[in-house]
């Protein structure tokens, strides 16, 4: 098993078997946070990952906002979707 797969595994585990969670995970002080989605949040593949998560969970998005969750820190200080001004 590669590390990537025993990383999403790990995470999977910790959200209890929800992908959606995965990806909304707010822990950021966790070791395995920057890596949850396969990818690390330097690349670009996490970037896509993180644009589409924004518009699928849009309304959970929101919700965290309101909460004061910040999404710059999220997406790794990469911003594309227009999401966020």
């Known amino acids: 098993m590669q ?15 929800s992908s959606k969670e995965v990806t909304l995970c707010p822990i950021f002080d966790c070791p ?9 949040i330097k690349s670009n593949i996490y ?9 699928r969970y849009r309304l959970d998005f929101d919700e ?9 820190h999220f997406l790794g200080g990469s911003i594309h979707a227009g999401y966020i001004n």
């Open 47 to 55: 970037k896509q990952r993180i644009e589409k998560a924004l518009v």
């Open 32 to 40: 395995l946070w920057e890596w949850r989605t396969g990818s690390h």
């Open 64 to 72: 965290l906002r309101k909460e004061g969750f910040d999404i710059k």
């Open 3 to 17: 590390r990537r797969e025993a990383i999403r595994k790990k995470c999977l585990d910790c959200s209890g078997g």
